[in-house]
């Protein structure tokens, strides 16, 4: 069992930066992919980045590319989002989750393990 703690979240202005992390309990944390999801208010959860077991793989969604950067440090049990170059756009609830599998999945449906969620809110 994984259990999943998000934190990092809070109000910023469009341009700014916030970085996300998501600290996660169990000693089998390093096998395990972990993604982040958000839900912007009104709408279905999404994708938003995800990285393999070890960090050499990362994927984006477009809306995020060459904004966000995933990263994870194993010895911390920890999964990172770093956000820069924010958008109004991007205010929702981020989610962070963690697969049983080594590699990486865009699609929430593959993910096991969810965090309660942390708001961003990002005003024009």
């Known amino acids: 069992q994984v259990q999943l703690v998000e934190s990092g979240g809070g109000l910023v202005q469009a341009g700014g930066s916030l970085r996300l992390s998501c600290a996660a309990s169990?000693?089998?944390?390093?096998?395990?992919?972990m993604g982040w999801f958000r839900q912007p208010p009104g709408k279905e959860r999404e994708f938003v980045a995800a990285?393999?077991?070890?960090?050499?793989?990362?994927d984006y969604a477009d809306s995020v590319k060459g904004r966000f950067t995933i990263s994870r440090d194993n010895s911390k049990n920890t999964v990172y989002l770093q956000m820069d170059r924010l958008k109004p756009e991007d205010t929702a609830v981020y989610y962070c989750?963690?697969?049983?599998?080594?590699?990486?999945?865009?699609?929430?449906?593959?993910?096991?393990?969810w965090g309660q969620g942390t708001q961003v809110t990002v005003s024009s």
């Open positions: 989750a963690g697969r049983s599998s080594h590699f990486e999945s865009s699609s929430l449906n593959e993910y096991d393990y």
């Open positions: 169990g000693r089998t944390f390093s096998s395990y992919a």
């Open positions: 990285i393999g077991w070890s960090g050499g793989s990362t």
